[in-house]
């Protein structure tokens, strides 16, 4: 059983940044590919980005692609999101979420089996 809690969302300006962190319990923490995802009010949950285990690949949705960095540090049971050059399409409720299953990155939400609670950012215009 793994549980994962954000933080780090709040309210920011457009063209603002904000920093994403997903703490997780459990002792196999690093062999997860954890992820980001997001849901706008009224919207489907969204693939935001992943990482491998190690860390070594990482991907994005193409609407965050240059603006967010997902890294994580296996030391800390810590996965992270950057986000910079916020805009208000970014304003969502974000989930992190670990898939312990092997093999390479997915960005189908059915394939992660624990999901944290989510935590709120808010971009303004």
């Known amino acids: 059983q793994v549980q994962l809690v954000e933080s780090g969302g709040g309210l920011v300006l457009a063209g603002g940044s904000l920093r994403l962190s997903c703490a997780a319990s459990g002792r196999t923490f690093s062999s997860y590919i954890m992820g980001w995802f997001r849901q706008a009010l009224g919207k489907e949950r969204e693939f935001v980005a992943a990482?491998?285990?190690?860390?070594?690949?990482?991907q994005y949705a193409d609407s965050v692609k240059g603006r967010f960095t997902i890294s994580r540090d296996n030391a800390k049971n810590t996965v992270f999101l950057q986000m910079n050059n916020l805009n208000p399409e970014d304003t969502a409720v974000y989930y992190c979420a670990a898939d312990r299953t092997i093999g390479g990155i997915r960005q189908s939400g059915f394939a992660y089996e624990y999901w944290g609670q989510g935590t709120q950012v808010t971009v303004s215009s």
């Open positions: 990482i491998s285990w190690s860390g070594g690949s990482t």
